[in-house]
């Protein structure tokens, strides 16, 4: 196994399959339908003006659609119709441009670490060591460098099915965290295999190694989960010890700012969400404030 189909067969077992998305490419392409569209439809609104101030029966065309439709039959040339045909042709293949480009540039952006390994896999002699020859992969510096070289990280898409979250705590946890336990674990681990069809001993071994990502995401919820069952208790526990009320206030205060900045840096919501729960955590602790007082 070799080139292209081992660089595909690292993808789709790594769950890296990273292309580009040539954005620029694409929207020169949609501009350039946008200037047929606006040529044909000053072109179409000339005709329409030119045969309405004909004698004949092309000052309907606007308003008799059979006889716009059927001019050309009648020895009429039948201009008009024929450019808003070719409007319509121009307006579906600019609308499908439109929709696909739109669907392309929602694709989620890889992370660098996750372009990075692959181009290092790619071109690493203790990696892939695939040997690419051609443009897109080959790195043909400074004219053409390779499709997956930093230059290029903002036109890539990862296909990948496992989103995960993308929020601050995530990162951290895939970062700094990822990378200091890689460093107690990597010679236990067994690094990937250069050659993916055999196992990785002898020259066989690569320098990379791999983490399940759906692991990581179960680590990452489960300590998101923690985290987010300790802010209510530890503030409930504290304010259950305190008796002075302006004291409490103060630490309301204090526990409802960081409950916030919580939801800010470990979850992905909305302003409007994280305001609404913001709003229901710093209620709950006025009741128990009232409620103990009461009982005090």
């Not at 004698?55 to 050309?72: A, F, G, N, V």
């Not at 392309?104 to 690419?132: D, M, Y």
Request: aromatic share 10%.
């Amino acid at each position: 196994m070799s080139g292209y189909t081992k660089l595909a067969t690292f993808m789709v077992e790594k769950h890296h399959p990273i292309l580009k998305k040539y954005q620029s490419l694409a929207v020169r392409d949609l501009l350039y339908l946008q200037a047929e569209l606006s040529e044909l439809e000053f072109r179409h609104n000339s005709i329409v003006k030119k045969d309405a101030l004909e004698e004949d029966e092309r000052q309907y065309y606007d308003r008799d659609w059979i006889h716009l439709k059927t001019s050309l039959e009648r020895g009429f040339g039948g201009e008009q119709w024929e450019l808003a045909l070719a409007i319509r042709q121009k307006l579906r293949e600019y609308y499908a441009a439109v929709s696909q480009y739109s669907q392309i540039a929602s694709l989620r952006q890889p992370k660098p670490s996750e372009r990075s390994v692959l181009h290092e896999w790619i071109t690493s002699t203790r990696g892939g060591a695939c040997g690419f020859l051609g443009r897109d992969l080959g790195g043909f510096q400074p004219q053409q460098p390779s499709v997956y070289e930093a230059i290029h990280e903002k036109d890539l898409a990862i296909l990948s099915d496992r989103r995960g979250e993308e929020d601050l705590f995530t990162e951290f946890i895939e970062g700094p965290v990822m990378r200091l336990y890689h460093r107690f674990r990597q010679h236990s681990k067994a690094p990937v295999s250069r050659d993916l069809e055999n196992p990785a001993v002898a020259e066989n071994r690569s320098n990379w190694h791999h983490y399940d990502d759906s692991k990581i995401e179960r680590v990452t919820k489960v300590l998101g989960t923690i985290f987010s069952s300790l802010a209510p208790l530890v503030s409930i526990i504290v304010l259950s010890f305190i008796n002075n009320l302006k004291i409490r206030l103060g630490l309301v205060c204090v526990f409802t700012f960081l409950f916030s900045g919580c939801l800010a840096i470990a979850t992905q919501a909305r302003r409007v969400e994280v305001f609404a729960a913001t709003a229901a955590f710093a209620s709950v602790q006025v009741v128990f404030i009232g409620s103990s007082n009461s009982i005090i």
